[in-house]
């Protein structure tokens, strides 16, 4: 599919996909959510992908935001619809995907795009980056997941003094709150990308994907059941025949993901 909004990238079974509006910092609009929406559902699809990282074209900016201009007439109901539809289409798609998705956040990642960031399984930005989520500076709240994805990242009085002052925090504070997980130079940061992404596609892809659906269900009552069921089922895998096969041979596996 062409993209008018996105630059897809396959390499060694790994896909990029970068948000590419530079003159507007990769805002989110109506467009750019349903060509991100296709993009993560060909992704989970495609046999040739087993991980994703996402990332914003230039250096300034991850996504600078929404694309307020779209929605500053809204009514209450439009909102609401709004953000129900953008959290069902990309960012609970994005966290639920199958495979995992890192966000490389090259500079700004501000509401939106920090919510894109947050809905992803792991996040590392560069040096320059900035972070925040300042709605409340516009007269709403974080819509796509903000107040509940970053306060399981982060304790509920820091997610809330990042929410309720509406600040920027940098890169390197934010590694110190545990709100993302590596911080590097600006250009080492699709290579510190693709390295972590090179070690996740060389384990078994089934496992990977019952991990995720587990470490998505902590702290919920569902997450020791779910966690024992994908152990069970890794063990009917093809995968899990050759991991400890290729183990006990002392040699690599070669996962298939069956």
């Not at 929406?37 to 996504?63: H, W």
């Not at 201009?69 to 909102?79: C, I, K, P």
């Not at 040096?127 to 974080?142: F, R, T, W």
């Not at 020791?224 to 069970?232: K, N, P, Q």
């Amino acid at each position: 599919m062409a993209y008018q909004n996105l630059l897809i990238e396959t390499d060694n079974l790994v896909q990029v996909i970068t948000i590419n509006r530079e003159a507007k910092l990769n805002a989110l609009n109506r467009e750019t959510l349903a060509e991100l929406s296709s993009a993560i559902t060909a992704a989970a699809e495609d046999k040739g992908v087993r991980g994703i990282i996402l990332t914003g074209a230039g250096p300034k900016a991850f996504v600078a935001g929404a694309d307020i201009a779209e929605f500053a007439s809204y009514s209450a109901a439009e909102g609401e619809e709004l953000a129900r539809t953008g959290q069902e289409t990309v960012f609970n798609k994005i966290e639920h995907c199958p495979k995992p998705v890192l966000a490389a956040i090259n500079g700004f990642a501000l509401g939106g795009g920090l919510e894109l960031a947050l809905a992803c399984h792991i996040r590392i930005a560069s040096k320059q980056a900035k972070l925040g989520l300042p709605e409340v500076a516009l007269g709403l709240i974080p819509g796509y997941g903000g107040t509940q994805r970053l306060s399981s990242l982060i304790s509920k009085g820091k997610a809330f003094e990042l929410i309720a002052t509406a600040d920027m925090l940098p890169a390197e504070d934010a590694l110190q709150w545990g709100l993302i997980n590596h911080v590097t130079e600006a250009e080492g940061l699709l290579a510190k990308a693709r390295e972590i992404m090179a070690k996740i596609t060389s384990r078994a892809p089934l496992a990977i994907s019952a991990a995720i659906q587990a470490v998505n269900k902590a702290g919920t009552p569902e997450g020791f059941e779910t966690e024992i069921a994908g152990f069970g089922a890794c063990f009917g895998t093809a995968d899990f025949k050759e991991g400890t096969k290729a183990f006990l041979e002392k040699r690599k596996p070669e996962f298939k993901g069956e």
